[in-house]
């Protein structure tokens, strides 16, 4: 049981440059997020997905771009890597459930470093 | 998004202790959830509130819903050594989650 999972776990970039980070879930979860933790930040949502082919933006999006063709893979793509965008990213998601009892699976997290 | 405070920022524990954390909103949640955070591992949930009032346990920890809907707090009884982490509080409307900055807990030397 894989769970959720994300690749790679750790990542060295120049600035400009483009990286996708990956994530994966065995669940068949519908919803899938993708956030940045920074030092007193907490977590902030950056896109979601309700759905395959469904995305949409969460509280910081800009410099981000997500998609979404199957339900299990949810990547996230820097076009141009700029140092603001170092931090740890984590992947989640959850079953579309009809009640407020689902919560969101948290991915081990990629640490991204941009020089 | 939803601002959360979350007190304290960081707090040292000693084996044995009881300790307390809590997290406040500006804005009515009909979810509470609390996570812990292990160093280089994404949170895990620990408790999870769905009613305004609940109080809900979970081994040594116990959190409860405050009856504004606008807050919630962590105990942890009987404190362990593997009890250091990050602990974050989160609001869930819907299904998106708005997260405390966190505390961190260490062991006092």
């Known amino acids: 049981d894989a769970g959720i999972t994300q690749s790679p776990r750790y990542k060295i970039t120049e600035t400009g440059r483009q990286v996708t980070l990956m994530c994966h879930q065995t669940w068949s979860h519908s919803y899938m997020f993708w956030y940045r933790q920074d030092l007193g930040h907490g977590l902030r949502l950056i896109y979601y997905?309700?759905?395959?082919?469904?995305?949409d933006k969460g509280e910081v999006p800009d410099g981000y771009v997500v998609s979404r063709s199957k339900t299990e893979n949810f990547p996230l793509t820097l076009e141009s890597a700029t140092r603001s965008q170092t931090s740890v990213y984590f992947c989640?998601?959850?079953?579309?459930?009809?009640?407020?009892?689902?919560?969101?699976?948290f991915g081990p997290g990629t640490r991204l470093t941009v020089l | 998004g939803q601002q959360l405070n979350q007190s304290p920022q960081s707090m040292f524990i000693q084996e044995g202790e009881d300790v307390s954390m809590n997290c406040t909103s500006s804005s009515i949640f009909n979810t509470w959830l609390w996570y812990k955070q292990d160093p280089g591992e994404g949170p895990v949930l620990l408790i999870a509130?769905?009613?305004?009032?609940e109080l809900t346990s979970n081994g040594r920890l116990t959190a409860q819903f405050g009856i504004t809907r606008k807050d919630s707090f962590l105990n942890i009884s009987a404190s362990i050594p593997s009890d250091v982490g990050i602990y974050f509080c989160a609001g869930q409307d819907d299904y998106k989650l708005s997260f405390g900055a966190g505390t961190t807990v260490t062991v006092r030397a």
């Open positions: 509130l769905y009613k305004a009032g």
């Open positions: 989640a998601s959850r079953y579309r459930g009809g009640t407020s009892t689902d919560t969101q699976y």
């Open positions: 997905s309700a759905a395959a082919d469904i995305t």
